[in-house]
């Protein structure tokens, strides 16, 4: 179903996971509280259909599902709220209860087809399966507005099992067929190829859709979806920055900026509203703990830097020399007001709203605004960046505060690098230790290890970076087997450092915290 340059563009749903399939990945669980936080920000985006959860798989995910239906699902224009479920009664009814305040509900069933997954997860025979799918969606028929069903693994199924099996969901009621490479082993010929026979040869009714939804175990699920596409799929599931299980999801902000930056390649759009992908983001990586890689496409703080001296000639003199995109058309607000140690309350007021946090309370933005006059003291400039990641520390809460930090190295041998740091901590109050190594900043992780009561810490990456009159450090370590990270800018190197260090043992804290509520819940 590939289409000819002269027809009008298809319009693709998007349907996002980044609250079902991205929250189940480690390290991004996230309660009640930030879940609705980010629907909100979903909603704002205007993605089509938004997967808030797996109800029956916990009370935590029932009760999320629940607020963000009763809070966000009967708004006028809010997306299509889903639920995943396993074609039984008992997930069907968790899904049909937590959905159930929303206006527009789709049940999402899914269930393995590939020969693997039917004998090692079902043991079943084909026959017993079809059974199974056909009657999991007549449960699910007019219960919710409309039914969704995966052939889970479907890029490893038998094609011809694969074709029954749509054939039977569709006779048996479903509206949307999903056909998820759920591990990530297709290429884009491939699947470009099983769309477009699957969406001529399948039987079904008319308003039936076919749907992507890619895992990036190769690094190629936003060009699997791309090619989907093509090969006549009308509905992409994706995650904002990416996130999900193992290697991620399709990301969300490349799938929707490839389509609107190539129209004359794919000639299909989407109804996302792209300038809130910036802001989307930026509170995903501030709610999970985890912020996009520096080079990300479209989000990474790298995206639309130009650093090389070559490419600031060009980008002066057009734009479009190095820029296949505008870094508005993500809502990354022009550089045109430039914020720095004169600018007011006013200026950053308009330059919050700009980043999508217009309604901060007085309280949390006069303490925002003190952090911002002490870092514009440090540097010419504050970009965006800094103020999100401000932003970010803001809302976290920190474990630890750094109130002091001495060095003391030396030319001779025996003259082994010491660092003294004294910290404040929220509940064990003011800590002094000393740290010992053969370099300055082992010896300033030393101490740090020795606060944080580390049995086993280790230095692993520091990456230092002159930025005009500031040093950017970022430092990469283990703790107890566990890798964290952290960055931070200042004049002097050895502070610098200490609050990157800083930085990453507030991270690993509410890292802690963040799954020591996942697992109470
Ligand atoms: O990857 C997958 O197969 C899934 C299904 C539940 C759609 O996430
Ligand atoms: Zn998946």
Sequence with gaps: MSQSPDQDPRRIAIFDTSLRDGE???????????KLKLAHALAALKVDVMEVGFAAASPGDAEAIHAIASEIGSAPGAPMLCSLARANERDIDAAERALGPAKNTRLHLFFGTSDLHLAAKHQMEKPEALATIERAIEMGRGRFTEIEFSAEDALRTDPAFLKEVLECAAAAGADVLNVPDTVGYTSPEEIYALFADLTVNVARPDHVVFSTHNH???????????????????????TINGIGERAGNCALEEVVMALKTRPDHYRANTGVDTRQIFAVSRLLGEVTGNAPPRNKAIVGRNAFAHEAGIHQHGVLADRRTYEIMSPEDIGLPSNALVLGKHSGKHALRARLAALGHGDMGDNRFEKLYADFKRLADTRREVTDNDLCDLIAEDGRGHTWELVRVEMRTGTKAKERPTAKVTLDHTTRGRLTTIGHGTGPFEALTDAFCVAAEVKEGMLESIDAHQLSREMEIEVGLTVDGVSITGRSQHTDVVIAAAEALLAAFNNHARAQETSRLANAA
């Design 24 to 34: 189940q990945a480690p390290g991004f669980s996230m309660n009640t509280v930030r």
């Design 216 to 238: 990036n175990d190769l690094g190629m699920a936003v060009a699997n979806s791309l090619a989907a596409v093509r090969g006549g799929a009308g509905q992409i599931e994706c």
